[in-house]
């Protein structure tokens, strides 16, 4: 769900197993992605995971770190993260979105080695692409509600519509 010179290309961290058994990203109903999506102003209305296709008329696209469907991120090894990062860096180089958003803090640091970095815009360029940091929209994410994740999806997209 990738196309050339998109505005935001969303970064998930793997594809959980409704994702890989439906192939829709964020499948999983506990997931607060699609409801997250459409409270910070990316969309117009909440999609299903199912519409996803249809980002693509918004300037969006999804993809993940790495491609491994698992039930838990933490099934992935630190050498799936960063070879991961590596070919990310390779699909961010060749489609030059203007911000890649990787959702998950900890992937992104797993992924690109920078371990001490926090939910945010980082300093961190591939090529002309910004990176900005989300909150993971997982269901198993306590330390951020709906509300407060839908406020740092606003930031980003407040960026990427004055970049």
Not at 85 to 105: D, I, M, N, S, T
Not at 126 to 146: D, E, F, M, Q, Y
Request: hydrophobic share 40%.
């Amino acid at each position: 769900m990738v196309a050339d010179g998109l505005s935001v290309l969303f970064c998930g961290i793997n594809p959980g197993l409704m994702t890989a058994a439906t192939g829709h990203h964020f499948a999983r109903p506990g997931n607060r992605f699609w409801p997250v999506l459409h409270r910070s102003g990316f969309t117009p209305r909440q999609m299903k995971p199912s519409e996803q296709d249809e980002l693509l008329s918004y300037g969006l696209g999804i993809t993940n770190v790495v491609a491994r469907p698992t039930a838990r991120a933490d099934e992935l090894t630190a050498e799936e993260y960063q070879e991961g990062g590596r070919q990310l860096a390779l699909k961010v180089a060749r489609l030059r979105p203007r911000w890649l958003a990787v959702v998950g803090v900890t992937a992104y640091r797993a992924a690109f080695g920078d371990r001490k970095a926090q939910v945010g815009p980082q300093e961190r360029t591939i090529g002309t692409t910004r990176v900005w940091v989300l909150p993971n929209p997982s269901g198993l994410n306590a330390h951020w509600t709906a509300e407060t994740m839908a406020e740092e999806f606003a930031r980003l997209r407040a960026a990427a519509e004055t970049a």
